[in-house]
């Protein structure tokens, strides 16, 4: 079992910047493809950006491209979203997501991943 814990959301202004973590526990995380994906109230959750086990390909959402960068560190086994230029439409609750593979398939459905965490609030002020 992976269990997943989202940090560093909080209240930023239009044009701001945050970053994210999310800190796997129970296993290391070197061979999960992990995900971000974000849900504002009343709309489904969304996919916003993934890394492949090697960090070597990361996808974005459109929505999210040349403003969010997905990164991760095995040593410290979590994985970070960088999100700068924030626009309100970018509020919601961030989820981390993780999926066993070694492949470089980019997973951008909620099916692709067995666990996820618990999220972390994003709120933009404009």
């Known amino acids: 079992q992976v269990q997943l814990v989202e940090s560093g959301g909080g209240l930023v202004q239009e044009g701001g910047s945050l970053r994210l973590s999310c800190a796997a526990s129970?296993?290391?995380?070197?061979?999960?493809?992990m995900g971000w994906f974000r849900q504002a109230p009343g709309k489904e959750r969304d996919f916003v950006a993934t890394i492949n086990w090697s960090g070597t390909r990361t996808y974005y959402a459109d929505s999210v491209k040349g403003r969010f960068t997905i990164s991760r560190d095995g040593a410290k086994n979590t994985v970070y979203l960088q999100m700068n230029s924030l626009k309100p439409e970018d509020a919601a609750v961030y989820y981390c997501?993780?999926?066993?593979?070694?492949?470089?398939?980019?997973?951008?459905?909620?099916?692709?991943?067995?666990?996820w965490g618990q999220g972390t609030q994003v709120t933009v002020s404009s």
């Open positions: 997501a993780a999926k066993y593979s070694m492949d470089s398939i980019n997973r951008v459905t909620l099916a692709a991943y067995d666990y």
């Open positions: 129970g296993r290391t995380i070197r061979n999960y493809a």
